[in-house]
């Protein structure tokens, strides 16, 4: 035993310094995460566009290098009229996020268009519940049909926060199921156990006329954002960008 804990010391007296972020394992044991160092930061030239539409305003972003060279993007980001990220709407809060490369990805599809789901309760979630769509009913021409329903699970933030829950599900998905329809219902459910039935936790609607919305309105803000980054360095901004920080 004092043979392991001579050699356990012996390894550390060898580690870096403390400035250096890398970590030397103990025998047996498995290498730690790298911590990026605090302090570095670069520079980046972010180049925005953005469009306020009727229901949303919807934006894309690109990255260059601070020598001007290609690094990130694109990102698609859209919120819906009114947000206000220091006051989040409950129970739900829609949002858009893509992230492509125009290279490979010339065209925008929606199925990779990802829809954050953010719910807000008075009252606690369950550790899982269910968001479920439906279309208006009654559905012509064949009257009502109730069983139906396009679902997602949302999950709590954690032990420190159980009023507060996020999902997700493609777009693409969403306005295949919502076709013919500008708005769906949705019902936050509380699943079924051994004790008792489904129970309704919050209900409301979505808006997926604003969705598909800002859809139409990517391909005229990629023509925008190609003018634009024709010369970064000119026409966007250069921001300080810690390297430990991702978009």
């Given at each position: 035993m004092r043979h392991l804990l001579a050699a356990a010391a012996a390894i550390l007296l060898l580690a870096p310094a403390a400035g250096d972020a890398r970590v030397v394992p103990l025998p047996g044991t498995q290498p730690q995460r790298t911590v990026p160092q605090q302090g570095r930061e670069t520079y980046r030239y972010r180049c925005d566009v953005e469009q306020k539409l009727k229901g949303g305003i919807v934006s894309l972003t690109r990255l260059y290098t601070d020598e001007g060279k290609r690094d990130a993007g694109?990102?698609?980001?859209?919120?819906?009229?009114?947000?206000?990220?220091?006051?989040?709407?409950?129970?739900?809060?829609?949002?858009?996020?893509?992230?492509?490369?125009?290279?490979?990805?010339?065209?925008?599809?929606?199925?990779?268009?990802?829809?954050?789901?953010?719910?807000g309760l008075d009252t606690d979630l369950p550790e899982v519940a269910l968001i479920q769509m439906q279309r208006p009913f009654p559905v012509e021409p064949h009257g009502i049909v109730g069983s139906t329903a396009l679902s997602t699970q949302i999950f709590p933030y954690g032990a420190h926060n159980m009023k507060d829950g996020h999902g997700d599900l493609p777009l693409g998905d969403l306005l295949a199921y919502a076709e013919g329809y500008d708005t769906l219902d949705w019902t936050l459910i509380r699943p079924s156990d051994r004790l008792g039935g489904d129970k309704e936790l919050a209900r409301g609607t979505i808006d997926t006329a604003a969705l598909r919305e800002a859809v139409a309105a990517l391909p005229g803000l990629r023509k925008r954002l190609a003018v634009k980054t024709a010369d970064p360095k000119a026409r966007c901004e250069r921001v300080l960008w810690p390297e430990h920080i991702l978009y």
């Open positions: 694109d990102f698609m980001h859209w919120n819906l009229a009114g947000y206000d990220p220091s006051r989040p709407r409950r129970p739900l809060e829609l949002e858009l996020s893509y992230i492509w490369d125009p290279s490979r990805q010339p065209a925008v599809e929606p199925r990779k268009i990802e829809v954050k789901l953010r719910v």
